[in-house]
């Protein structure tokens, strides 16, 4: 079975800072990886994935992620944090094959100080 | 990225009646759609995953016959709260997928009972 972990419920990161947001998963085969935002009452907008190629993915709004095989991890990162990327974050894994359903961490809520 | 569309964004209903959502990919068709439930500072937690043409397969704990789900086409999936309950409210969120490619989210729907 497919799971993801967020072990952070909370980040707090100073505006300008770097910020990180850890996520882990477990999936059999080669995994499918996917960040996405929400804010307040809204869907999921998504940021960045990692299908295949190289480990390091950049994304939308200065974000990246570094996939880590052995390490089974997928962070998310940002050289430097702005007041706006204020919001929830989700790390989520999709197996190929068996019904390509996508399951979801926890959640991270990332707050940045101005 | 491709397009989905979920109908109503937000509705209140009485307690007692039912409710449908729609999901619709406006630039694709989608072979797959996956309907998921959002708690309040909780995660999505994938409720059903239907295929075109074929019935839904519910996620462990979920009942098929509160939460109706049809895939008529390739474009409109539909889920019907039955008989709501102030339990059921909830941010329900769908995503579509064609053949097992990246999956697209709607921007949810907020269901109040009262």
């Known amino acids: 079975a497919q799971s993801v972990a967020q072990p952070e419920d909370q980040v707090n990161v100073a505006e300008g800072n770097p910020l990180t947001v850890k996520c882990t998963y477990s999936v059999s085969g080669n995994p499918y990886l996917f960040w996405y935002v929400q804010y307040p009452n809204r869907g999921l907008q998504f940021l960045l994935k990692y299908i295949t190629g190289d480990n390091l993915v950049k994304g939308s709004y200065g974000f990246e992620a570094e996939f880590n095989k052995s390490q089974t991890s997928f962070h998310l990162k940002k050289p430097s944090a702005l007041v706006s990327d204020s919001a929830l974050y989700f790390c989520?894994?999709?197996?190929?094959?068996?019904?390509?359903?996508?399951?979801f961490g926890a959640g991270t809520r990332l707050f940045v100080k101005a | 990225g491709a397009v989905v569309s979920q109908h109503p964004s937000w509705v209140i209903c009485k307690s007692g009646t039912s409710v449908k959502i729609e999901c619709r990919s406006l630039d694709f068709q989608a072979t797959t759609m996956f309907w998921y439930r959002q708690f309040p500072k909780q995660s999505l937690m994938l409720m059903a995953t239907?295929?075109?043409?074929?019935?839904?397969?519910?996620e462990q704990g979920v009942e098929k016959d509160k939460f109706l789900i049809n895939h008529a086409s390739l474009t409109l999936s539909t889920l019907t709260v039955t008989s709501a309950h102030p339990e059921d409210s909830s941010f329900y969120i769908c995503s579509a997928s064609s053949q097992g490619a990246e999956a697209f989210f709607g921007q949810g729907t907020r269901l109040t009972v009262v």
């Open positions: 989520a894994v999709r197996a190929n094959t068996g019904g390509f359903k996508t399951i």
């Open positions: 239907s295929n075109e043409g074929s019935k839904a397969t519910y």
